[in-house]
């Protein structure tokens, strides 16, 4: 901008030399019937890699945000007697990101969590090793390592890859963060409006939703 004002002569950005890096892996989605197989293989893992999975395959939340979730942001008994009843949710409100903010403004939100989320919760809650007492009232981690310390990507991938072995899937070939996809790709397989599923997922827009996360998974 500067030089075609033109405030200087020369262009200094051109003189530098940038890196190339290397290609990323990219992404993909489980279709319906492997969505199901992880489903069934987590049912058969340690509770908290059985939630980890649960969650974030059936509300779409980003890894980050599920490594950086507290109990007090879970509310998995709602309020029942409530006129119209609360059903169990989770608010995603950090992440583990610097400063512990979200992605972005839209970001922080709150979603219902389907039946099967809101158990595997409950069933990890009745492992913790902290005292308090609700669910609501406890700022500790949701996902820890067995000595009670934060999880690092690396435990999450470690343990994701061994549950989608047993769903008979190459561990190697999947990464958590496409938990996320998969979520995104099967609901839009399911004919859901691309504008539900980007607010569902924290998008700023749908043109992310559609050209990033969205991936066809089968033959049209």
């Known amino acids: 901008m500067a030089s075609r ?3 200087i002569r020369r262009n200094i950005v051109l003189l530098c030399e940038v ?19 992880v489903l069934t293989a987590a049912e058969r893992a340690p509770a908290r890699m059985r939630a980890y999975i649960v969650v974030s ?14 109990w007090h942001d879970v509310d998995v008994p709602g309020q029942p007697e409530a006129d119209p009843p609360i059903p169990p949710s989770v608010a995603l409100v950090r992440s583990v990101r610097a400063g512990g903010d979200t992605k972005t403004r839209k970001s922080r939100r709150a979603l219902m969590l389907p039946q099967r989320a809101a158990d595997a919760l409950q069933d990890l809650w009745e492992t913790r090793t902290c005292a308090h007492e609700m669910m609501r009232d406890c700022p500790c981690l949701v996902f820890v390592t067995r ?7 690396r ?18 070939e999947w990464a958590p963060r496409e938990l996320r996809h998969s979520f995104v790709s099967l609901l839009s397989d399911a004919r859901v409006p691309i504008e539900s599923i980007s607010r569902l997922v924290g ?7 559609e050209t990033i996360y969205r991936k066809q998974i089968r033959p049209v």
């Not at 998008?203 to 939703?209: F, R």
């Open 5 to 7: 004002s033109p405030k």
């Open 19 to 37: 890196p190339e890096g290397r290609t990323g892996r990219p992404s993909k989605s489980l279709t319906l019937v492997q969505a199901e197989a």
């Open 57 to 70: 395959l059936l509300t779409g939340a980003r890894t980050e945000e599920m490594r950086a979730l507290r």
């Open 147 to 153: 000595t009670g310390r934060p999880l690092e990507a």
């Open 155 to 172: 435990n999450v991938r470690r343990d994701f890859r061994k549950v989608v072995e047993m769903a008979g899937l190459a561990g190697r």
């Open 203 to 209: 998008h700023s827009s749908t043109t992310t939703t």
